[in-house]
Structure formats: C-alpha cells, structure tokens
C-alpha cells in the first residue's frame, strides 16, 4: 500500500506546502512546469492527501491546479510572496477556508547570498532572515490554532546543515537556518500536548537551483575557480 498506517486514517486532510519554487529534487521530473517542490507534495497526494503548493515563481500565473493522477488529488500553486508576514498569513487562512484544515505544514522557502560579513548587503541580509525564517514563524502562527483545536498537526520545518554548522561568507544563511531548528524545538514542546510533532529537516548539498546559483558568489568569496567548489 502506498498509504504509510499513521496517516490511512487522515486521507481528508490539507497539507500545505511553504516554499515550492527552490526544491529539494531526485528523479526525474513528472512535469517540467512543475515546482521541484511539488514532489514532495505529489509524494503526499499519493498517500490520499490533498496538497496547496506555495511559491514566488508560478509557471503560468498567479495560481494553478495540477491533477496528480490519485483519485483527483490536485496540486495548487500561488505565487505569494516569501518575504511579506502578511502575504504567508493570506495563504493560511486561503488553505484554511477552501480545505477546512491544515494538517501537514511544510515550511521550505529559502534564498541564498554569500559574502564575507563586511561586505554583506544590508538588503540581502534582511531578505534571507524575512523569506528562511520569518516566513515559518508566520505560517505556524497562522495554522497552528486549528491544529490545536482538532488536536492533531504535523509541521515540517526545512532547515540545513548550516543549521547544525557554520560555513564561512554565508553568516545570514547560517544565522536563519540556526533559528528555525531553534524555533522548531520550541514548537516541538509547545505543540506536544496538543497532538501537534514538529521536526527540522537538516540536508547536506543537494544540487538544487538555489545550490547552483550560489557556486559564483562562492568561487569569488573564496578566491577559487568554480570547479574547485563543486
């Protein structure tokens, strides 16, 4: 069965997905349009869950459906903005009033920049703390009420292994992902007597969009070639 037990018995619920432009990826794609991040979704939508997906680069619009091929499951898509509290908070609330419930929280936005600290722009500075932390805080604050009224909740936060260790040029990426695996722990003992878990995920390199984009700026940080970063 394609169903894993603990969650058989929850096929009516809504997972929300935060973040779907900048994936986490393996095999090969279902559809090019698609957001790499939707795998994770359709993953879920194959266990009987229905699936928002959220992210800034909507490939034909604002917001889009995309049928999964289980059951009628679909994949929906928006294109709200990251790093507005106030856009994460609309997403929640849109998820809540369509579906009725968000079960399964998915926190996965992430931008990158590397410099040395002295030379770190001011702006992208802020944006990676607003769009890799502040927008998990604000989804969470957004659905955890529901979750705790229906007793139930699952939240995943996306952190990094730059939320155990530091790397040099990267000091607003680290500091970001430290604080969600801070705010996760937080959450974990909050949330325990409610039925709501939450858990950080912390990969290594994977060669994502956002991996790829970053090789430059370190190659140039570092005073190496490309390839030697890789």
């Known amino acids: 069965s394609l169903r894993p037990p603990a969650l058989a018995w929850w096929l009516a619920a809504a997972v929300w997905v935060v973040g779907g432009a900048l994936a986490l990826r393996s095999g090969p794609s279902l559809w090019p349009q698609l957001p790499r991040l939707a795998r994770l979704a359709l993953g879920l939508a194959g266990w009987g869950w229905s699936n928002p997906v959220d992210g800034p680069n909507a490939p034909n619009g604002d917001r889009q459906h995309f049928d999964t091929g289980y059951g009628g499951v679909t994949v929906r898509y928006s294109g709200a903005d990251m790093g507005k509290g106030d856009e994460v908070v609309a997403l929640v609330r849109a998820a809540e009033a369509e579906h009725g419930a968000i079960d399964i929280l998915v926190n996965n936005a992430g931008i990158q920049f590397v410099a040395p600290i002295e030379e770190f722009p001011a702006a992208k500075w802020e944006a990676i703390l607003a769009i890799n ?98």
């Open 133 to 230: 932390l502040s927008h998990a805080y604000y989804a969470i604050h957004a659905a955890l009420p529901g979750m705790r009224h229906r007793g139930f909740g699952r939240i995943v936060n996306l952190a990094s292994a730059h939320g155990l260790v530091a790397s040099p040029y990267k000091s607003a990426y680290v500091m970001a992902k430290h604080a969600v695996v801070g705010l996760t722990k937080t959450l974990a003992l909050e949330g325990a007597e409610h039925g709501i878990t939450a858990n950080a995920i912390c990969p290594g390199y994977v060669l994502t969009p956002l991996v790829e984009a970053q090789i430059p700026e370190t190659a140039k940080a570092r005073g190496i070639t490309e390839e030697e970063v890789i």
